[in-house]
Nanobody, 121 residues
């Protein structure tokens, strides 16, 4: 069982930046590809970005491509999401999770508490 704790969210003006972190417990963190997802009220949770176990491969949703960068530090059991040029439509609760080989399907049955990102116009 991997326990996930997201942090780094906040209120930012449009065009601003935030860096999210996701700390994972357990010694098997480097065994999993990891991803970020987001959810707004009344909508399904959607895929944002994913990164391979080594960090050498990444995948992004079209809506964030060129603005967001996912990275990981296996020594710190942490995955990051650097978000630049933020838009009001990026407002959501952001979650991390392991992902399967398609780099989009969440792998772990449980989710962390998420971190709220609010972008003002």
């Amino acid at each position: 069982q991997v326990h996930l704790v997201e942090s780094g969210g906040g209120l930012v003006q449009g065009g601003g930046s935030l860096r999210l972190s996701c700390a994972a417990s357990g010694r098997t963190f480097s065994s999993y590809a990891m991803g970020w997802f987001r959810q707004t009220p009344g909508k399904e949770r959607e895929f944002v970005a994913a990164i391979s176990r080594s960090g050498s491969s990444t995948k992004y949703a079209d809506s964030v491509k060129g603005r967001f960068t996912i990275s990981r530090d296996n020594d710190k059991n942490t995955v990051y999401l650097q978000m630049n040029s933020l838009k009001p439509e990026d407002t959501a609760i952001y979650y991390c999770n392991g992902v399967y080989n398609d780099y989009e399907t969440p792998r772990f049955g449980s989710w962390g508490q998420g971190t709220q990102v609010t972008v003002s116009s």
